[in-house]
T-cell receptor
Framework: EAQVTQNPRYLITVTGKKLTVTCSQN?????MSWYRQDPGLGLRQIYY???????DKGDVPEGYKVSRKEKRNFPLILESPSPNQTSLYFC??????????FGQGTRLTVV | TQLLEQSPQFLSIQEGENLTVYCNSS?????LQWYRQEPGEGPVLLVT?????EVKKLKRLTFQFGDARKDSSLHITAAQTGDTGLYLC??????????FGTGTRLQVFP
């Protein structure tokens, strides 16, 4: 079954404690991206990757890091989380010109 | 900065009614995608329209891409309670970057 898998689904953490949200896709897609979704602001792109070892900033990259060492995986790293990073996060993957497949989401709370 | 404005933001209707959601931009996109999102889940792709003026039908849903590839509409005929959800349009650039609209929250009552 074609899917994008994110883990964990829910996470509560404290300010400053490094965390990683994993994302994996099984469709051999070149393009992967991370979004955050906040009430009234919609889906905003954090980082994207057009292929292995190629990553670039999206619209709201501050406070986040990513890596793309393998085609299927695209982890999102928060080195020092802050409360303003409390949000619903989605990973997505796609092939060129095709629609995106989204993961189930990760609800992150930073206290 | 490219912006996609959706209207209306909220729509509350009864089963059997028709509705149209609009997605407008001042920018040209290589394609326009529509997604539906249920609470607590990721958006699910409904359709991609690529050619200016293109019309696609998915059962009771009709999607249209504007001639200038800057705007799109989603029309639902005889809405059902199962159509309830958040509808998102997204414009794609040549590099596959997606710009999302702010969404239309549809509630269909029995």
């Amino acid at each position: 079954e074609a899917q994008v898998t994110q883990n964990p689904r829910y996470l509560i953490t404290v300010t400053g404690k490094k965390l990683t949200v994993t994302c994996s896709q099984n469709m051999n897609h070149e393009y992967m991206s991370w979004y955050r979704q906040d009430p009234g602001l919609g889906l905003r792109q954090i980082y994207y990757s057009m292929n292995v070892e190629v990553t670039d900033k999206g619209d709201v990259p501050e406070g986040y890091k990513v890596s793309r060492k393998e085609k299927r995986n695209f982890p999102l790293i928060l080195e020092s989380p802050s409360p303003n990073q409390t949000s619903l996060y989605f990973c997505a993957s796609s092939s060129h010109g095709e629609g995106a497949f989204f993961g189930q989401g990760t609800r992150l709370t930073v206290v | 900065t490219q912006l996609l404005e959706q209207s209306p933001q909220f729509l509350s209707i009864q089963e059997g009614e028709n509705l149209t959601v609009y997605c407008n931009s001042s920018s040209v996109f290589s394609s326009l995608q529509w997604y539906r999102q249920e609470p607590g889940e990721g958006p699910v792709l409904l359709v991609t329209v690529v050619t200016g003026g293109e019309v696609k039908k998915l059962k009771r849903l009709t999607f249209q891409f504007g001639d200038a590839r800057k705007d799109s509409s989603l029309h639902i005929t005889a809405a059902q309670t199962g159509d309830t959800g958040l509808y998102l349009c997204a414009g794609a650039s040549d590099t596959d970057k997606l710009i999302f609209g702010t969404g239309t929250r549809l509630q269909v009552f029995p």
